[in-house]
């Protein structure tokens, strides 16, 4: 049945259909290309992600994203570099550009951004992470805790500071952890904080997507898809930055020889069929979370209509028009 929904708002997305947001040599006609090529998929507004790097390679991409006027971008997402450099923690992101936070280092890389860097994820053990913190949010910058192997005390600062999501929660944390208390924990038990979910099948299992939302609550969860270059594109090796990830025949996006994920093959309709699949919730229901509820997070508006075919039977999801 054909059914309309708001077009989709993904806050975490870091290339699509063969183009790498974190290029240094970034030509703005492919990211027009992948952003048009993405709307087929319902995503009418992102913030394209860039990942730890030097300063020079975020530089250059930031640069190209941030005068672009393609109505698609809604600003940028700086994941990094104020991470853990904890294996696990860390995740994909190359440990060598793996930084504290200072007022004066995120200055220069908003400069070089125009001023479009509207969110940070950023570990919430970092040096002064809640003075930081608190600079961001003051400057109108949202804050999201990931990549990190914080404490419950650190990350309970960190929220009574500011931040105010949880990036790809279960995910860019260690492989093993303590029963409790642990960051998983700590994040979906802190209230006034989104949690932000990507349902791809392979960063989290279906019971863990259903816990999950049913602990944050639907109107407090965000999909987003941390796509690479490998979303819309066939299986084989595709960068982001300076790492290489390997797209395999089921979808998986790995970093060669480990047994950490690197970022997504991820689209945002696949994302929204999965979540109703995995809980059981109506696609009313699940579609907010792709849509308004990672808009006014923002204190953004979702822009235009998208036309889908929906089976509620299988839970597919089909975009016919956006």
């Not at 440990?95 to 125009?114: C, E, G, K, L, S």
């Not at 019971?207 to 965000?222: E, G, I, Y």
Request: with cysteine; hydrophobic share 45%.
């Amino acid at each position: 049945m054909l059914i309309e929904l708001p077009g989709f708002f993904d806050l975490q997305v870091n290339g699509f259909a063969g183009v790498d947001f974190n290029r240094p040599d970034l030509a703005p006609d492919r990211v027009s290309d992948a952003l048009d090529r993405m709307r087929a998929t319902g995503v009418t507004r992102c913030l394209p992600t860039l990942i730890t790097s030097s300063f020079e390679r975020f530089a250059a991409s930031a640069r190209v994203l941030a005068r672009m006027t393609h109505p698609a971008i809604a600003g940028l997402h700086m994941e990094g570099p104020y991470i853990s450099p904890e294996d696990g923690a860390r995740g994909a992101h190359p440990a060598v550009h793996v930084i504290a936070p200072t007022v004066d280092d995120f200055a220069r890389r908003q400069a070089a951004a125009d001023g479009r860097i509207v969110l940070v994820t950023m570990a919430a053990e970092a040096v002064g992470a809640p003075t930081f913190i608190e600079h961001l949010v003051d400057a109108g910058v949202r804050v999201a805790l990931g990549h990190t192997a914080a404490s419950p005390l650190q990350i309970a600062d960190a929220v009574a500071a500011g931040a105010s999501l949880a990036t790809h929660l279960g995910n860019g944390c260690a492989q093993t952890l303590p029963r409790h208390p642990n960051v998983i924990w700590e994040l979906l038990a802190a209230d006034g904080v989104f949690a932000s979910l990507i349902v791809d099948g392979h960063h989290l299992p279906p019971s863990t997507v259903k816990a999950m939302v049913r602990a944050k609550d639907p109107r407090w969860t965000l999909l987003v898809t941390d796509a690479i270059a490998a979303a819309g594109s066939p299986p084989g090796d595709y960068t982001i930055g300076p790492v290489t990830g390997t797209l395999g025949e089921d979808g998986r996006v790995s970093l060669p020889g480990t047994p950490y994920l690197a970022g997504s093959s991820l689209t945002m309709d696949r994302a929204v069929a999965n979540t109703v699949r995995f809980t059981g919730l109506p696609i009313e229901e699940v579609a907010p979370m792709a849509s308004s509820i990672p808009a006014a997070f923002l204190g953004m508006r979702t822009a235009g209509r998208l036309t889908a075919d929906w089976n509620p039977a299988t839970c597919e999801l089909r975009v016919v028009s956006a």
